[in-house]
């Protein structure tokens, strides 16, 4: 063993030693001795957001801490598998290493020299994808995508997965028209004043928007992301360029408001240009 692999070794340990602390029932942390595995997901997500902020801001050294975060929240989940019998973190660690040695078997098996395309690649993953849902009993092609994930995301991959068996279009055109086809229902639904056809037709929007950033090579949780950043930025020198003036959005006319995001938009453009 290298002296980086006995820090790595000895720094893994030394978490799991302070997480059987905090759930040490006589000397343990209160907080962390109330917590099961329900009570624990919602901060496991808001650590996943918070290391896809530290991503999408390029912040290396919040990206280093927000991986931290995300792997005590593993180490935590791992020990209260291991108080109740369950597994334990070396279980956990064992099994994405068998998951990977099996799903690259281009990488980790002989390939009798031949150098492995990415369509293959691409191929036997999803054969053994396919295989290990097979195993788990889960034979519907959809039936092990996630439902705790954002809508976004699990849209698109359901529609990814949807695709894997023929369930497509393949042209571009068609994915348009479909979009085209749903702001005609809802408009249709609008003008009928149906209140529930018309979230219907919202959230069928949705899913032909999001099978044509799928189309485009997008991912639309991202793209969804970026543009609510986009939104905030120059919103917030929208109400800087108020404040200056001495004036607050919400006294302001919707004409002058727009002036306010179209000049929001050309500061922010101007110093992309510089960034650049």
């Avoid at 086809?181 to 037709?201: C, H, R, Y």
């Avoid at 004409?255 to 922010?268: G, I, S, T, V």
Wanted: glycine residues 6%; negative net charge.
């Amino acid at each position: 063993m290298t002296n980086e692999e006995t820090t790595t070794h000895d720094g893994i340990n030394s978490l799991l030693h302070i997480m059987r602390r905090l759930r040490d029932p006589d000397n343990g942390c209160p907080w962390d001795l109330r917590q099961n595995f329900h009570t624990i997901v919602p901060y496991t997500i808001e650590e996943t957001y918070e290391l896809a902020d530290a991503i999408a801001a390029e912040d290396f050294v919040q990206i280093r801490d927000e991986l931290g975060d995300v792997l005590f929240q593993v180490v935590f989940y791992a020990q209260m598998a291991s108080e109740q019998g369950l597994f334990t973190f070396e279980d956990v660690v064992d099994g994405i290493a068998k998951k990977l040695l099996r799903r690259h078997p281009h990488v980790f098996a002989e390939t009798g020299g031949r150098r492995v395309s990415e369509s293959e690649v691409k191929r036997r993953w999803e054969q053994i994808k396919v295989e290990e849902r097979q195993q788990k009993n889960q034979l519907g092609t959809l039936d092990d995508v996630p439902r705790a994930l954002p809508a976004l995301s699990r849209s698109q991959k359901l529609q990814k997965r949807a695709a894997s068996v023929g369930f497509d279009w393949s042209e571009l055109d068609a994915v348009r028209g479909k979009v085209d086809e749903e702001l005609g229902e809802l408009a249709e639904a609008v003008s009928e004043g149906d209140s529930a056809a018309i979230e219907s037709e919202v959230g069928d929007i949705f899913l032909a928007m999001v099978n044509l950033a799928r189309h485009l090579g997008v991912d639309a949780e991202a793209a969804l992301r970026i543009a609510n950043r986009r939104f905030e930025d120059r919103f917030s020198l929208m109400e800087t360029a108020a404040e200056r003036d001495g004036s607050q959005l919400c006294e302001e006319s919707l004409e002058r408001l727009e002036e306010r995001w179209q000049a929001a938009k050309r500061e922010l453009a101007a110093s992309a240009l510089e960034a650049g």
